[in-house]
């Protein structure tokens, strides 16, 4: 078995915008749940770290909590994407996609290239 | 933006102490619900299902830790708790608290009140656009700043340096707006005055040079604010009305700005005349009396004060050469504006420095206390701290609650002390010295002064704060709470103990100093001045105010003789164009031997004072008269020309003592003086001055038409000044008076000295003060930490005296030492002072006595704080 990282904060959430938007509201086990299937295992300890960040987003105002009911019908607190945190999820993908190609093309860059 | 947002939420939930606990409590049990469940279905045991949600969960705690932090201001938060367990150790100890505001009150007030003199006198120094490249003139040699009219229009038109000279003189004048005359000082400038100046008026305009049209042209006033303020109750129609100056008619056209009081920083003008419309033309022609205060003005762009002194100076030995007989040797030279040049200049600035210092060592001395006062509160409270430590609290937590606590006293000491100190700058301020003066004392703080103030106050909360901080890092929380404080002998000299010596010795300085000063001041009350200022009254007027001229003014002041003379109790009476040491402006004349033929002024003998009396004047003074005799009211315009002259004069003009009777001098226009009468040197225009070559005058020979008259009578000052001023009026209704005693004339030339010593008097006693409660508190603080050492020798029956030596033996070891090397500093101190303060002595019995009363006045203050713990 693969080491289990510690997801760095920023990426937390990112990743917790970007379930938002596709799923559309969720309680905090659920955002748990999907980023730990996505990400194969990443969030498969520690899951507690996402409420802090939880916190921190709903403070940017990026996202918005109300209580609701659950699967199971007790009392949950579901977090949903405001306008804000929409548009930041697309300036912060963007930013992303950018580094990520950037890294990309030196890992694919050759010597012969370099020289 | 995002940031922003985050900030103020976090401030809000911080303020608010909103309780979001209840939320994220049910979060994670709803979290740990739906995995056990999760579990559960994946068919685990319900124990181990629960088992495994709450792992994958994590540290709860540390989570929560993390929540907390995110969730409001972790910083503030801990800081407000710190401050709110602050406060209440403070209230616990109130005696602590209050000894260490007032301690830091004082001294940051001291500091705040010398800062703001350093401020006043050297940071700010004119209120005028650009006074960075303002610049004064002074004349190397000689008359200082002063100079001729003509000498000015000579260096105002030849300089290449400057934007634009402008001169400025201090004169007092009769003011008539139609009702009671009264006396008022005006500035005679020159009419480019305020463009020199980059003014702009406050209302109506300003005269220009273009105004000027030779002498008598231009009669018009600007008022400054305060006088228009206080004078014209805020007219604002003032512009047009005429007034009357010396009986002649100006028209004031206009009012100065209220932050500009005049270019001279200690006398600010109640208003401004064009110098051509006051004085004769005959002063304006005269080349060789330099009698105009000071000349100043801005420095063109480029150009440094180095470059233009070599300018100017190169202009002055043009004059020099093209008017041989009217000027010597000029040499420029340039001095920042506001405090004419060094005469003045000089010594304030170094006064103003050195009290800086002085008090900037008080503060110190202050720290150092409130250090050891620190010090000995961390060393009673290191079982807490222990306890602390113990708990899990870091090193950094404690520290910060400590300094948390030095800054709440600083903050509280500081902020009284700038109370305190604004509401005494504001009395000083206010406070007028001289009532025949408009003294301008530049001591408004400002945002500089309470800026200085308010950081000092933070540095030296930051400074005594820092002084346990070693203490702190050092507990051993084990040790303490097993056996109790922990003492550590061994140590030969702790910092403490150096700083508290240095400070005793401080305090010494300052004490010996300001005694010295006192004592000084004192003996100087009582010198011989050449003549008996007690029960004389002094009234001053000055017949040109009133129209009196030419022949109308000897005449007048005789009959102001012969009149104050029926005033019952009055013994004699006599007048003077200006006493001396009374206040007012003397002036000097170049004399020559009998021989000399020609009046250059390479050849003269002496620039003796000058002054014109009357034939009673020496009576009524009681200056005695060696040989000879006084004048008499024959010695006339017609008579031949006399003098009376003193022992200096004679040595140094006239050369032999023996027949100097009789024998003539001459004068610059070359009249030849008769010696009728010798009197005994005195004092004329300070009392530290060397002895100086003076002449009188008969005033039927030489007029002046400011008359003094020196009234000599056993009545009660009060009484007969209002007498005085009824026989004036009962003469000429018209005629402005200003009566004083001649001691109070004198309290100008002590003002110096006076203020020299009440300054070191004051911090002196500071000083004294602190290094006390320096002691007291050392004392304090051996004794509480070897409290258990000196009970258990006191049970097993030692002495009273011995355990008082051992409690005490150490601070009075360091008393001694701190101010035997005080002394002596202070001793060699009051060498400078004996400079300012008229016939200061070191050596003085009285001075070298006070530590042992010192001593044995703290002696028993020791006794009683030791004798309270062995009891306990």
């Known amino acids: 078995m693969k080491q289990k990282t510690d997801v760095l904060q920023g990426t937390l959430a990112l990743m917790v915008l970007k379930t938002l938007d596709v799923l559309g509201p969720l309680h905090g086990y659920g955002l748990a749940r999907r980023i730990e299937q996505i990400s194969g295992d990443l969030l498969a300890v520690n899951q507690g770290t996402l409420y802090p960040v939880l916190l921190k987003l709903e403070q940017e105002g990026a996202i918005a909590s109300e209580w609701g009911a659950s699967e199971n019908n007790r009392r949950a607190r579901f977090y949903r994407l405001t306008r804000d945190g929409r548009k930041q999820l697309q300036v912060e993908t963007q930013d992303w996609e950018q580094t990520a190609a950037i890294i990309g093309r030196f890992f694919a860059a050759k010597a012969e290239d370099l020289s | ?872």
């Open chain 2, 1 to 872: 933006m995002k940031s922003l947002r985050r900030f103020l939420t976090r401030l809000f939930n911080s303020a608010a102490r909103r309780a979001q606990e209840d939320r994220l409590r049910e979060e994670i049990a709803e979290h740990i619900a739906l995995q056990t469940a999760e579990n559960l279905r994946g068919g685990l045991s319900p124990v181990e299902a629960r088992r495994q949600a709450m792992l994958k969960f994590g540290g709860v705690e540390a989570m929560k830790q993390d929540y907390r932090a995110e969730r409001g201001l972790l910083f503030i938060e801990n800081l407000l708790r710190d401050v709110r367990f602050g406060l209440r150790m403070l209230r616990k100890s109130p005696g602590f608290t209050a000894v260490a505001i007032v301690t830091l009150a004082t001294a940051i007030g001291a500091n705040a009140l010398v800062f703001s003199a350093l401020n006043g006198f050297i940071l700010r120094p004119l209120n005028v656009p650009q006074p960075e490249s303002l610049y004064g003139l002074q004349f190397g040699e000689g008359t200082r700043g002063a100079q001729s009219y003509p000498n000015y229009l000579d260096f105002r038109d030849r300089n290449r340096s400057f934007d634009g000279l402008a001169v400025y003189h201090m004169t007092r004048v009769g003011l008539d707006t139609g009702e009671n005359p009264t006396r008022a000082w005006l500035y005679e400038v020159s009419g480019n005055y305020f463009d020199v100046l980059r003014m702009q008026p406050y209302l109506g305009r300003f005269f220009h040079s273009s105004d000027e049209h030779g002498a008598n042209s231009a009669p018009y006033i600007v008022l400054s604010y305060a006088y228009w303020h206080s004078h014209f109750q805020d007219d604002p129609g003032v512009a047009g009305r005429t007034v009357k100056l010396n009986k002649r008619p100006y028209t004031v056209i206009g009012v100065a700005p209220p932050e500009f009081r005049g270019t001279f920083l200690l006398l600010s003008p109640d208003f401004y005349v064009p110098m051509v419309s006051f004085e004769d033309e005959s002063a304006l022609n005269a080349r060789r009396g330099r009698w105009i205060f000071e000349t100043i003005g801005h420095l063109k762009a480029g150009v440094t004060p180095v470059q233009a002194a070599a300018d100017l100076s190169a202009i002055g030995d043009y004059l020099q050469k093209s008017y041989p007989k009217d000027n010597g040797k000029m040499n420029v030279l340039l001095a920042r504006a506001g405090l004419y040049g060094d005469t003045f200049g000089r010594p304030i600035r170094a006064f103003v420095l050195a009290l800086m210092l002085l008090a900037g060592l008080i503060l110190l001395a202050a720290c150092a206390n409130l250090g050891s006062l620190f010090a000995a509160r961390a060393a009673d409270r290191s079982r807490e701290v222990a306890v602390r430590l113990a708990l899990g609290a870091s090193r950094m937590r404690i520290l910060r609650q400590l300094f948390t606590e030095a800054l709440l006293i600083s903050t509280a000491g500081g902020t009284l002390g700038i109370l305190g100190g604004a509401i005494l700058l504001r009395r000083l301020v206010a406070w007028n010295p001289f009532p025949q003066f408009p003294t301008n004392v530049p001591l408004n703080p400002d945002g500089n002064v309470y800026a200085v103030a308010a950081l000092l106050a933070f540095v030296s909360g930051i400074l005594f704060g820092a002084v346990p901080v070693k203490q702190v890092l050092h507990t051993d929380p084990y040790e303490i709470v097993k056996s109790g404080s922990l003492t550590k002998p061994g140590r030969c000299i702790t910092l403490r103990e150096v700083l508290l010596a240095t400070q005793i010795a401080i305090c010494a300085v300052l004490v010996t100093s300001s005694m010295v000063a006192v004592r000084g001041l004192v003996r100087s009350l009582h010198s011989d001045f050449g003549f008996e200022p007690w029960n004389v009254t002094l009234a001053d007027t000055d017949l040109d105010m009133a129209g009196y001229s030419a022949d109308a003014v000897p005449a007048m002041q005789r009959r102001m003789i012969e009149s104050i003379q029926t005033i019952p109790g009055v013994s004699a009476v006599g007048l003077a164009n200006c006493p001396p040491l009374g206040g007012c402006g003397s002036s000097r004349a170049s004399v020559y031997t009998d021989e000399t033929s020609d009046l250059g002024p390479s050849n003269v003998a002496a620039s003796a004072m000058t002054y014109q009396v009357s034939p009673e004047f020496f009576a009524a003074a009681q200056t005695p008269l060696l040989a000879g005799r006084a004048f008499t009211w024959h010695e006339d315009k017609n008579a031949p020309r006399v003098a009376v002259v003193n022992e200096t004069f004679v040595r140094k003009v006239i050369g032999s003592a023996t027949n100097a009777l009789g024998r003539y001098y001459k004068v610059s226009n070359g009249t030849c003086i008769q010696v009728v009468g010798i009197v005994k040197d005195g004092k004329y225009t300070s009392l530290t001055e060397e002895p100086q070559v003076a002449m009188f005058f008969p005033i039927l020979q030489a007029p002046s038409s400011e008359s003094f008259l020196v009234v000599r009578s056993d009545r009660e000052p009060q009484q007969l000044a209002g007498a005085i001023r009824g026989k004036l009026r009962e003469l000429d209704a018209g005629l402005p008076t200003f009566v004083q005693t001649w001691p109070q004339a004198l309290d100008f030339f002590l003002f110096g000295s006076r203020m020299a010593t009440v300054a070191l008097g004051v911090l002196g006693l500071l000083g004294a003060i602190l290094s006390i409660t320096g002691i007291f508190g050392m004392a304090a603080y051996s004794v509480s930490k070897r409290l258990r050492e000196l009970g258990i020798r006191m049970a097993l029956g030692a002495q009273h005296k011995e355990i008082l030596q051992a409690a005490l033996g150490r601070a009075l070891k360091l008393l001694a030492f701190g101010s035997a090397a005080g002394l002596l500093l202070g001793i060699l101190a009051s060498r400078v002072l004996a400079s300012i303060v008229y016939q200061a002595t070191p050596r003085d019995p009285l001075v070298l006595c006070w530590p042992w009363v010192w001593l044995g006045c703290w002696l028993p203050g020791f006794q009683r704080n030791a004798r309270c713990p062995l009891i306990l």
